[in-house]
């Protein structure tokens, strides 16, 4: 591993602080630090955290009101971690993808003048499967 790679704890550390702020509904702090992982990682961790990223962008621009920015980056998030199913690096990937689904697809759907508010009450989260014992 060269100086600029990530270690697997980096990604992981990386992955629990992103989680954090993405449940928090702080998704561009959440892309930031998805954004400095991604730029080092290697192997299959790069698609996975340019899913992750373009899914934190995604709604960021839902919550900010530009439902077009979001409505580009629905498929593109979806295309980058499909291959992840169900679940990668401890992040439940198929619920992840439900969820996100289930909010944006409203946006995708939406006709001009019925556009639809984001919900902070009915925000996804970034969940984590539980570890086996």
Not at 66 to 86: E, F, M, Q, V, W
Not at 111 to 130: N, Q, Y
């Amino acid at each position: 591993m060269t100086e600029a790679e990530l270690s697997e704890d980096d990604v992981d550390r990386a992955l629990t602080r992103a989680a954090a702020l993405f449940d928090a509904a702080r998704y561009h702090d959440a892309h930031e630090v998805l954004d400095v992982a991604w730029e080092r990682a290697t192997g299959r961790d790069g698609d996975f955290l340019k899913g992750l990223i373009q899914a934190c962008i995604a709604l960021h621009h839902y919550q900010a009101g530009n439902l077009d920015g979001a409505r580009k980056l629905y498929s593109g998030h979806r295309t980058y971690l499909a291959p992840y199913l169900p679940v990668y690096r401890g992040i439940d990937v198929a619920a992840l993808l439900m969820a996100m689904q289930t909010t944006l697809l409203p946006v995708v759907r939406a006709r001009a003048g019925a556009e639809p508010r984001f919900e902070d009450a009915k925000r996804p989260r970034l969940p984590f499967v539980a570890a086996a014992d």
